[in-house]
């Protein structure tokens, strides 16, 4: 179904209540260290105000357990800031996300103008998606829109709740964005069609796996759960991180790619330490089997080179999780290694949120990208097929 956007709205002179993730980065100052949500959220906000709207934003930001205890923390006053040098213009914090305060700070929104509503979290109500609550905070506004992809796989009272109590609703241009590049890459894939999984566990990514196993026509596991599955061949894996309550779970996932005829490729070669640690002494080894004292910790230059040349060759890639234990130096060739060759890929390269994101981040290849996902957790569930909540509630 084609998803309902902002721009099919009128919007002058009405309070429009935004859900968007501002839920950034902070250093020990407070200030945002780094602004790429408040950014995304961009095109969204600054649409509503050229169309006169009176212009409510609220988001979460961190974990907070109380109001009061954490309002120094977790406030959203540093996004309110780096939000208004980016629009140019004043954003209006509340103290608050409901009461009367906030109540008559809407109320008193003339048109164009921006108020920023205070952590939703503060409140237990919004998790616990609280119907009281979610009137509530429908009761500021005339219409609903969701532009906060990364909570998209929550039903909270703001990302989903509220939608029921607001006589119009919509998706914001990022949360169109995601759905559209996301959707494409499973549902209408230019072949052929190459997805890389990584990350620690394969039990996280069953669904994952299974999903794209259903659509891919090569997919090259990498990260720790690689182990997993040579282990399941009965590869020596030596120290490496192994889920031994998964080996049959592996061997089903291989039987099924080769039911289907789907290229799973596993590493042939490895970057081995003797600790997960940066200083651990880096061995190449370079053959599939394991020697009994050391642990896997990256692909090798060999298997990075077999998926670097199924990547280049690609209509479409599709990346989830990190090739190794990247955020240490010594084992973070394979995952910047597979940065790099989707940055240089001619076909639609998109980046599930996360690890993966961070590492194309670091690397600075955004940009060389046909999408990064803002969104981990949204993201791998909508490659599980799941249907979001946050983007269901912008249906009608
Ligand atoms: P996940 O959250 O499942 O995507 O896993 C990501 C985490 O797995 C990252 O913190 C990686 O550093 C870690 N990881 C990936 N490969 C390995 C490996 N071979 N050994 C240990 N940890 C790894």
Same mark, same amino acid.
């Given at each position: 179904?084609?998803l309902?956007?902002?721009?099919a709205?009128q919007l ?16 020990? !100052?407070?200030?945002v ?5 408040i ?5 969204t906000?600054?649409?509503a105000? &050229?169309?006169?709207?009176k212009v409510?934003?609220a988001s979460h930001?961190?974990?907070?357990k ?13 996004a309110?800031v ?7 213009q004043?954003?209006?914090l ?20 921006? *108020?920023?509503?205070?952590n939703?979290r503060? +409140? ?5 998606n609280?119907?009281g609550?979610?009137?509530?905070l ?6 609903w829109?969701?532009?906060a992809?990364g909570?998209a796989h929550?039903? +909270?009272?703001s990302?989903a #709740? %509220?939608? /029921? ?6 998706a914001?241009f ?9 959707g ?10 190459v &997805?890389?999984?990584?990350?620690a ?6 669904k ?12 090259c596991i990498?990260?720790?759960?690689a182990?997993?599955f040579l282990?399941? !061949? ?12 998964? @080996?049959? @779970?592996? /061997?089903?996932?291989?039987?099924? &790619?080769?039911a ?8 042939v070669?490895?970057?081995?330490g003797?600790?997960p640690?940066?200083t651990?002494?880096?061995?190449v080894?370079?053959? /599939?089997a394991?020697p ?15 998926? /670097?040349q199924?990547?280049l060759?690609?209509?479409?890639v599709f990346?989830?999780?990190p %090739? #190794?234990l990247f955020? !240490? ?9 597979v940065?790099?060759?989707?940055? !240089? ?6 980046v599930?949120?996360?690890?993966s ?6 690397a #600075? @290849?955004?940009d060389q990208?046909? +999408?990064v996902?803002?969104g981990?957790?949204?993201?791998l ?6 249907? *979001? ?8």
């Amino acid at each position: 179904m084609a998803l309902k956007t902002i721009d099919a709205l009128q919007l002058a002179g009405k309070r429009v209540f935004i859900r968007v993730d501002f839920n950034v980065p902070l250093d020990e !100052q407070g200030k945002v260290t780094d602004d790429a949500r408040i950014r995304a959220a961009l095109p969204t906000i600054t649409y509503a105000i &050229a169309q006169k709207a009176k212009v409510i934003l609220a988001s979460h930001l961190g974990r907070p357990k109380g109001k009061s205890d954490d309002k120094a923390r977790f406030t959203l006053e540093p996004a309110a800031v780096r939000l208004s040098e980016l629009l140019g213009q004043d954003v209006i914090l509340a103290d608050d996300c409901a009461g009367d305060g906030v109540v008559k700070l809407a109320r008193e929104l003339r048109e164009g103008q921006v *108020l920023l509503l205070e952590n939703l979290r503060f +409140h237990p109500e919004e998790e616990a998606n609280d119907e009281g609550f979610a009137k509530e905070l429908a009761a500021l506004c005339d219409v609903w829109v969701n532009d906060a992809f990364g909570t998209a796989h929550r039903a +909270h009272a703001s990302t989903a #709740g %509220m939608a /029921r109590f607001v006589k119009e609703k919509a998706a914001g241009f990022l949360v169109k964005k995601e759905v559209e590049y996301l959707g494409k890459a499973l549902g209408n894939p230019a072949r052929p069609f190459v &997805a890389l999984v990584g990350g620690a566990k394969v039990s996280d990514k069953i669904k994952v796996l299974e999903n794209l196993l259903a659509r891919a026509d090569t997919v090259c596991i990498g990260g720790a759960m690689a182990y997993t599955f040579l282990a399941a !061949q009965e590869v020596p894996v030596g120290k490496s991180l192994v889920e031994k309550d998964k @080996l049959e @779970l592996a /061997r089903q996932i291989m039987d099924k &790619a080769r039911a289907r005829k789907v290229d799973l490729l596993l590493p042939v070669d490895h970057v081995c330490g003797d600790a997960p640690k940066e200083t651990a002494r880096r061995v190449v080894v370079a053959d /599939r089997a394991i020697p009994a004292d050391l642990m896997g910790l990256d692909i090798g230059p060999r298997t990075l080179d077999a998926y /670097r040349q199924r990547i280049l060759s690609a209509g479409t890639v599709f990346w989830n999780g990190p %090739m #190794g234990l990247f955020e !240490q130096k010594p084992w973070a060739e394979g995952t910047s290694g597979v940065a790099r060759a989707m940055a !240089q890929a001619k076909g639609v390269t998109v980046v599930g949120g996360g690890d993966s994101a961070a590492a194309v981040e670091q690397a #600075g @290849l955004v940009d060389q990208m046909t +999408h990064v996902s803002t969104g981990g957790g949204a993201s791998l569930e909508f490659i599980e097929g799941r249907e *979001l909540p946050g983007v269901k509630a912008c249906e009608d």
